[in-house]
């Protein structure tokens, strides 16, 4: 054999080897390498590698957690609870709740936000403490943060049944927009509580009212045609797979079956699931789809899925109500209520439950 021919040979073998070590590096790297493998339509195996240069103290990109702000779906350290029935109030029908707010556990907030968990605010004092907790609570919801030249009011107290006292919506011009056809109006209620909101938002600001009540029954004689009425509930969660119509639903679905992307109004008294009502319209974005937003907040109890320190329990509180106001919600009204128990403290000069008017300034159409 010649020079030539055992130059090729060489080649040859060189390449052989060469390839038998890409082929072993190719099956060490598919058994060791961190991640899921995926298998595509062609059957193709491949692995995806995940790298993190982050160390102890620092975040993936280098940021150190202590600058990372705390976010929790409930309070840092807290236990995730199922619907409890600790107590109840004058007039609310409780035997409704249990099959409304059901044990679920289920987290599809994710699949419409990149966001888990709300951000919670600093301590209070510097650390936990029940009374700073609340008295910067109860402070921040006294406080109205905006004007409106223009409002729509619950009327005279004796006028209105609402049990957690008046309400305040703002028809001023920048607020509204009429060219873009009449607005709209959500009312969550139990037992009718909601019937002043529901009939002045229909006649006087003359919206598409749609009022929901899963207790309700038709009323012989009582005109239905300037409110559409609904037996179904608000919930935080998504609803079990073929489950009955008017089984509790999120907003953003509610919307969706109504063929409403935004809503003008929407009025909620959800007996102490507001809370994680308003965390999953601020986790999923449904909240930017609102203009303005009356919600009554119950402050004897916890919360539907809300635990862990009384002190941290309000600090959940207060992070939620400033994710509001980080979206843009500015407080046009707040109204105080009967009672004056927070967390079971009977305590001088507020109230158990509060009705709060916000305004999204950030609203178009």
Known sequence: MGSGGRLYCAFISACLVVLGMLLMLQVFVGFRAPGPRWVTKDGVTFTIISIDNSQDGAQ???????????????PRGFETRGAVFLESEAGVLWDYMPQFYQDENENFTQKQSDRSQIDLQPWAGG????????????EYISTTQVHCARELTAGEPQEEKVLAGSWTVCLEGWFLNREVGPCVAYSFSLDQKDA???????????CEVHQFDPGARPVPGRDEREVKRHQTWLDWR???????????????????????????????DLESAEWKVLENLVLDGTLGRIQQLVVTVHLHWAGFEVGGSEAGVVRFWYS???ELQGAGYRLLHSARGPGH????????????????????????Y
């Open 127 to 138: 650390q936990p403490s029940f009374t700073a907790e609340v008295q910067r609570f109860i």
């Open 60 to 74: 993936p990109g280098g940021g150190a957690r202590g600058n990372q702000p705390e976010r929790s779906g409930s």
């Open 341 to 364: 128990t927070i967390l079971r403290h009977r305590l001088a000069g507020v109230s158990s439950t509060y009705t709060l008017s916000w305004v999204n300034t950030r609203w178009n």
């Open 196 to 206: 002043g909101f529901v009939s002045r938002m229909a006649s006087l600001a003359g």
């Open 320 to 322: 939620l109500l400033k």
């Open 238 to 268: 998504e609803p079990k797979h073929g489950s009955r119509r008017n089984t509790p639903k999120k907003l953003g679905l509610i919307m969706e079956s109504l063929g409403h992307h935004k809503v003008e109004f929407v009025q909620a």
